[in-house]
């Protein structure tokens, strides 16, 4: 009988094995005498600085190579830094988190491999640690699911503040259709240097909370005596982690028009200041069309404020026009990594260019202002670049040169060439410029880890 090919190459590879260890022989004591023993690795967390991984070992002879391999909550594959220069004795490396990078109550999980001389490679034990903030001596108090840290106020205003999250993540839970076991950490600062220097230097100033769904960490600026504002802000992050924890999948994001839409529709509704910056837009003419905020919001603080209000807008037109089951159905639908074309036709039958245009039609907007860059206007059309040599209404139509290429004189001679080769070079620069920027993402995904 024909044996199933991994028994075949079990079967040979137990032959090779037998007729290497016979060859080497005598040898063998000097191959195990190479072999790396590692001792007990430290991993100590400073906030501001960084994280200091240590692995002590003995033995190993010659190694060729030591690696760091570390996984990052919410990544698809480890990151694997090779050391400069290992040390002897042991191993040591600085994750470097002193420019903000990365946020406190992140997980990390690390490794030293060691490659030794005959190829092998030898694994350490695996470092579990947590980069924490450790400016405050944080009191915790825990609840269903949220669980609060909090450095400044008395309990009565952790419990309050608890009680928020708890209440949030419920709502938020209800209203997306999902159920929450997990728990999340929320951190009250009440000090707002602090609280930017926990967020990292991208934060912008008009910030007042921030989610983290990859470490299922709630970040929030709240004063002891302004738990009016945290009744705002901790819905609304909590929803972040919920509509990230059903629209997870390695492929594509949903529009951020839609997550910040629905967190706002959650935490406060489409109150009437948002309906009068949206009022206010479609009558001087500053409108933007859904597909400018699939992206990132504007910088301006009007723009900003705007982009939330056409955010929430949105998600109630969708709500009075097609409810509550076919919201559920798109968000579910990115889910499963598809475009939002895909998703839109799958909950509600039309693309999103179809929806941006019929909400916009709902809120009385017609011509919206283009912004950024522009394509600049056609020239004029020289006469001999028309098929009868002379420019007008009864001449052949005129061929206009493609911004950036050269248009040939002669439509029907051997010139006619010219633009074909144009595009053709054209194209190849733009696929060398898609590798380029395909190899940079895929150094910086191995060399941060971060999804």
Do not use: C
Not at 50 to 57: K, N
Not at 124 to 147: E, K, L, N
Not at 262 to 286: E, H, N, R, W
């Amino acid at each position: 009988m024909r044996l199933p090919v991994r028994h075949r190459f079990m079967r040979v590879a137990f032959v090779a094995a037998m007729v290497a260890w016979a060859a080497i022989g005598s040898s063998a004591a000097a191959v195990l005498s190479a072999s790396i023993t590692f001792g007990t690795p430290t991993a100590t967390s400073t906030f501001g600085k960084g994280i200091d991984f240590t692995q002590p070992y003995s033995g190993g002879g010659t190694i060729r190579e030591v690696d760091i391999v570390i996984t990052y909550p919410g990544s698809y594959g480890p990151s694997v830094i090779q050391l400069e220069n290992p040390g002897a004795g042991s191993f040591d490396y600085l994750l470097d988190a002193s420019s903000g990078e990365i946020q406190p109550n992140t997980q990390l999980m690390a490794d030293f491999e060691a490659v030794l001389a005959d190829g092998t490679v030898a694994t350490g034990p695996d470092m579990h640690v947590t980069y924490a903030d450790d400016s405050f001596d944080w009191q915790t108090m825990v609840g269903g699911i949220i669980r609060l840290h909090w450095y400044e106020g008395d309990d009565t205003f952790a419990q309050q503040a608890l009680q928020m999250g708890e209440d949030g993540i419920a709502k938020a839970s209800a209203f997306l259709g999902f159920d929450e076991t997990a728990p999340i950490d929320f951190f009250v600062y009440a000090d707002q240097t602090a609280f930017y220097d926990a967020l990292g230097p991208g934060t912008r100033d008009n910030v007042g909370g921030e989610a983290n769904p990859d470490t299922r960490t709630l970040f929030a600026l709240i004063a002891p005596g302004d738990l009016s504002y945290a009744s705002t802000v901790v819905p609304h992050e909590l929803t972040h982690v919920v509509f990230s924890d059903i629209t997870q999948n390695p492929y594509h994001d949903p529009p951020r028009w839609l997550n910040e839409g629905i967190a706002v529709y959650v935490s406060q509704g489409f109150d009437s200041s948002d309906k009068q910056l949206v009022a206010q837009a479609v009558s001087d003419g500053t409108l933007m069309p859904l597909a400018a905020l699939s992206g990132e919001f504007p910088t301006s603080q009007q723009g900003f404020y705007l982009a939330y209000a056409e955010s929430v807008s949105a998600v109630d037109y969708f709500m009075r026009t097609y409810g509550q089951a076919d919201l559920d159905k798109l968000v579910k639908a990115y889910a499963t990594g598809v475009s939002d074309d895909e998703a839109f036709k799958t909950a509600i039958g039309i693309s999103t260019d179809a929806f941006d245009k019929a909400w916009q039609k709902d809120n009385g907007g017609t011509a919206l202002s283009s912004f950024g860059p522009q394509p600049e206007a056609a020239g004029p059309v020289p006469s001999d670049w028309t098929s009868s040599g002379v420019a007008g209404p009864t001449s052949a139509p005129s061929q206009v040169p493609v911004p950036g290429a050269t248009a040939s004189p002669d439509a029907g001679g051997a010139g006619s060439q010219a633009p074909a080769i144009v595009y053709v070079i054209g194209a190849a620069i733009v696929l060398v410029g898609v590798v380029l920027v395909a190899v940079v993402v895929s150094h910086r995904r191995s060399s941060r880890g971060a999804p």
